[in-house]
């Protein structure tokens, strides 16, 4: 029972350190990700007025358009990041679950050696 518990300890502890890491991760990704987003809005805003200016005769579709192939790259470059920020998220999500499962079985763990010892 010793060994088992403190198997179980050094779970607990690594995943801890675990979620530690990704929660370092997940703030980098986070502020990769809303730059990407503010670059790309920013471009494609500023491409808006451009194409507008330079060609009042366009539509507004095809302004639109230019645009949008104009910034296309930023537009990949932000849903990647997006993408790793998420996954980073989801990662955290399931440690932080698996972390509360080994938390429940230790404590259930302590419970059961302090009644054994209590039973001789």
């Given at each position: 029972?010793?060994?088992?518990?403190?198997?179980?300890?050094?779970?607990?502890?690594?995943?801890?350190?675990?979620?530690?890491?990704?929660s370092?991760e997940?703030?980098?990704?986070?502020?990769?990700?809303?730059?990407?987003?503010?670059?790309?809005?920013?471009?494609?805003?500023?491409?808006?007025?451009?194409?507008?200016?330079k060609?009042?005769?366009?539509?507004?579709?095809?302004?639109?358009?230019?645009?949008?192939?104009?910034?296309?790259e930023?537009?990949?470059?932000?849903?990647?990041?997006?993408?790793?920020?998420?996954?980073?998220?989801?990662e955290?999500?399931?440690?932080?679950?698996?972390?509360?499962?080994?938390?429940?079985?230790?404590?259930?763990?302590?419970?059961?050696?302090k009644?054994?010892?209590?039973?001789?």
């Amino acid at each position: 029972m010793s060994a088992d518990f403190q198997k179980l300890n050094t779970e607990l502890f690594t995943t801890s350190k675990k979620i530690a890491e990704k929660s370092n991760e997940i703030e980098s990704a986070r502020t990769e990700y809303l730059g990407a987003k503010d670059k790309y809005e920013r471009d494609y805003s500023m491409n808006l007025l451009l194409t507008k200016t330079k060609n009042p005769e366009m539509t507004q579709s095809e302004i639109k358009a230019e645009s949008i192939c104009k910034v296309y790259e930023l537009k990949l470059a932000m849903r990647v990041k997006e993408s790793a920020y998420r996954r980073l998220m989801s990662e955290l999500k399931s440690l932080n679950t698996l972390l509360e499962s080994l938390q429940e079985i230790s404590y259930n763990s302590r419970i059961e050696m302090k009644n054994v010892g209590k039973s001789y």
